[in-house]
């Protein structure tokens, strides 16, 4: 027996998720193309399809230019095996032990439990079975408290800076890509005297005490980041969260987020996988998307995955996709490889022909003796639907009048969606749709006019014509011929006509100009490393930042002169279309370091430009 439920599509009046309404600019700032993954090498496409991966290696190297590359680490727990991701483990634990040692605080987290301190470990990398660990204790992680600022500045001068930044210093758009975020204090857990671990112990002060602390503490963690360095870009994997509706609260200062399998309810249906992301996954993205953060969605997909499940996947990924959003569904073969990327051709044209959203995502009632997520889920686009039916029959959309077609372009007038599944509809035309071009330069930063503009032509012989007031381009606006330059703020928008396929979607791209040169300075006049810093910390990583992203090359000529009165000279140039660069200084002992901006060329001299570091 099938369900029905007839919706005409133009007036539906049900309220989306709840979620926060957008307050950032609702036009792509990041690399155009929506291709992104994570550790996956693609297969038959070149690595210059790529937006964004997340992942380590030498990968990032050949990407292209303004693609995100994002490095693999850890930042709320750490294990021995970390020191093969370059993070210091056995630095911070001789750190520790000093820190102790002179009456301070430990930054390992302990809790007691009958009577014994005892370190706590992430339950998740242990592999229990039957609370025994089925992992090497060199694999075991241990819990850190991320609040406390000794360890934050650890992270940063001797951990992100040192090893993860400067291999790719040369690089454009490097993230930092951080793992096994499930923030839930229920997650830890110590091992008792026969070695089975032991979950829910309190932890010991002045640690987090609960879990509402724990998830304060992460928010803190990313909040100094942000304040120390502002340069170092974040983006998270996507676990569980204690309290969900605290998301935006923790990634307040998170600039984007990963969820490796966008698909994982449909292979396990079951009522926990649905709940998770109807409280979870499915706001969470849609605020990421909403405040124009980066949102990274990789879809695990069986060896059949050119059937509906690549569909289902696809839907999903546009029902919560903000303007600065990646896809990448992979397939996962029987032997090795590990995972092999699944062509862009293969759903781009999916893309192309529904154009851009112009609603958030909808959610229909609850059905009748249904979970609360027996739902029908959909978002409208400007050339079409997605839809994905949640619940246990199949569902009957009416679709308002005029001429529609289906995924494979066949003529529908109602939508028949099986459960558990994910389809799209699109006006009637023909069966091609050009690909939307790609503008250049793309920034979320002002920038120092004239600004060039490119308009690269995805379709090959169609015509691309632009605006650059923001208005829909037309066959009567002008046709791209080649660059063209900006002198103040304005909104290009650009389409590709080609005759016997239907208009590509608006590519859209705000630029904010200012004829100023841009100035340049520290970003902070004074700073220090933590009492007693370990010896291992040998470098002190002052940050420059640009007022706006400069037309021409700036370099910075800075001085630095020793607690001793030593002076040395050097200079540091920003990379294209970066407004915060950075340089090592080399410290060690106690006393105070002055670094001063002496020379700049391509821009003008900030109000901070002088930076004292000390160490006691």
């Known amino acids: 027996m099938i369900a029905r439920m007839s919706i005409a599509c133009h007036s539906l009046m049900i309220?989306?998720?709840?979620?926060?309404?957008?307050?950032?600019?609702?036009?792509?700032?990041?690399?155009?193309?929506?291709?992104?993954?994570?550790?996956?090498?693609?297969?038959?496409?070149?690595?210059?399809?790529?937006?964004?991966?997340?992942g380590a290696g030498p990968y990032t190297t050949v990407l292209a230019p303004d693609a995100?590359?994002?490095?693999?680490?850890?930042?709320?727990?750490?294990?021995?095996?970390d020191e093969s991701l370059g993070f210091p483990y056995l630095a911070l634990r001789q750190y520790e032990a000093q820190?102790?040692?002179?009456?301070?605080?430990?930054?390992?987290?302990?809790?007691?439990?009958?009577?014994?301190?005892?370190?706590?470990?992430?339950?998740?990398?242990?592999n229990l079975l039957k609370n025994r660990p089925r992992t090497a204790p060199a694999i075991w992680t241990y819990a850190v408290n991320v609040a406390d600022d000794r360890f934050i500045k650890f992270w940063i001068n001797r951990y992100v800076r040192p090893n993860v930044l400067a291999p790719m210093q040369k690089l454009k758009n490097v993230w930092v890509y951080l793992d096994g975020c499930q923030f839930s204090y229920g997650s830890y857990g110590v091992l008792d005297d026969n070695g089975e671990f032991v979950g829910g112990i309190p932890w010991d002060p002045p640690f987090p005490q609960n879990a509402t602390d724990y998830l304060n503490s992460i928010a803190q963690f990313f909040k100094r980041v942000s304040e120390l360095a502002p340069d170092i870009k974040i983006n998270t994997d996507v676990g569980q969260m204690s309290d969900p509706t605290q998301f935006p609260n923790v990634y307040a200062n998170v600039a984007g987020a990963l969820l490796e399998d966008a698909i994982a309810w449909q292979k396990n249906p079951s009522q926990s996988n649905f709940n998770s992301f109807y409280?979870?996954?499915?706001?969470?993205?849609?605020?990421?998307?909403?405040?124009?953060?980066?949102?990274?969605?990789?879809?695990?997909?069986?060896?059949?995955?050119?059937?509906?499940?690549?569909?289902?996947?696809?839907?999903?990924?546009?029902?919560?996709?903000?303007?600065?959003?990646?896809?990448?569904?992979?397939?996962?073969?029987?032997?090795?490889?590990q995972s092999i990327a699944i062509p862009p051709s293969d759903w781009e044209g999916w893309n192309a022909a529904l154009g851009l959203p112009v609603s958030a995502m909808q959610q229909g009632p609850q059905q009748p003796g249904g979970l609360i997520t027996s739902r029908l889920f959909w978002r409208q686009f400007t050339n079409g639907y997605v839809y994905l039916n949640w619940t246990s029959a199949t569902q009957s959309v009416k679709l308002p009048s005029g001429k529609w077609v289906d995924a494979e372009n066949n003529p529908l007038t109602t939508l028949q969606i099986p459960p558990s599944t994910g389809m799209l509809v699109r006006v009637a035309g023909h069966a091609n749709v050009a690909?939307?071009?790609?503008?250049?330069?793309?920034?979320?930063?002002?920038?120092s006019g004239p600004v060039t503009v490119t308009i690269a032509n995805n379709t090959p012989n169609a015509t691309v014509r632009y605006t650059t007031d923001g208005s829909a381009p037309n066959f009567k606006s002008p046709i791209y011929t080649g660059p063209f330059q900006l002198t103040s703020s304005a909104v290009v928008e650009a389409r590709a006509?080609?005759?016997?396929?239907?208009?590509?979607?608006?590519?859209?791209?705000?630029?904010?100009?200012?004829?100023?040169?841009?100035?340049?300075?520290?970003t902070t006049s004074s700073d220090q490393g933590a009492a007693g810093g370990p010896a291992s910390v040998t470098s002190y990583f002052p940050v420059l930042v640009l007022s706006a992203v400069p037309n021409e090359t700036v370099t910075v000529t800075y001085m630095v002169v020793d607690p001793a009165g030593?002076?040395?000279?050097?200079?540091?140039?920003?990379?294209?279309?970066?407004?915060?660069?950075?340089?090592?200084?080399?410290?060690?002992?106690a006393g105070t370091w002055q670094i001063s901006i002496i020379a700049v060329t391509g821009a003008t001299v900030g109000d901070t430009t002088v930076l004292q570091y000390s160490r006691s």
């Open 99 to 126: 820190e102790v040692a002179a009456g301070r605080p430990p930054i390992f987290v302990t809790a007691t439990y009958k009577g014994k301190k005892r370190p706590v470990l992430f339950s998740i990398y242990l």
């Open 279 to 337: 409280k979870q996954v499915f706001p969470w993205f849609s605020w990421l998307g909403a405040t124009g953060r980066v949102g990274i969605l990789g879809a695990n997909l069986p060896a059949n995955w050119q059937t509906s499940q690549l569909l289902s996947a696809f839907v999903i990924y546009e029902l919560v996709k903000g303007p600065n959003f990646f896809f990448g569904p992979r397939y996962l073969p029987a032997g090795p490889p």
């Open 68 to 81: 995100l590359k994002g490095h693999y680490g850890h930042f709320n727990h750490f294990s021995p095996w």
């Open 15 to 54: 309220a989306a998720l709840g979620l926060q309404a957008q307050t950032a600019s609702p036009y792509r700032t990041v690399m155009d193309t929506e291709l992104g993954t994570y550790f996956t090498p693609p297969n038959n496409f070149p690595w210059t399809d790529y937006g964004a991966y997340m």
């Open 435 to 447: 690909q939307a071009p790609s503008i250049s330069p793309r920034s979320a930063y002002t920038m």
């Open 497 to 522: 006509f080609l005759y016997g396929d239907d208009p590509s979607g608006a590519s859209i791209a705000p630029f904010n100009i200012v004829k100023a040169t841009p100035t340049v300075q520290f």
């Open 566 to 589: 030593g002076t040395t000279a050097a200079s540091k140039t920003f990379l294209p279309g970066e407004i915060y660069t950075q340089f090592p200084v080399s410290v060690s002992g």
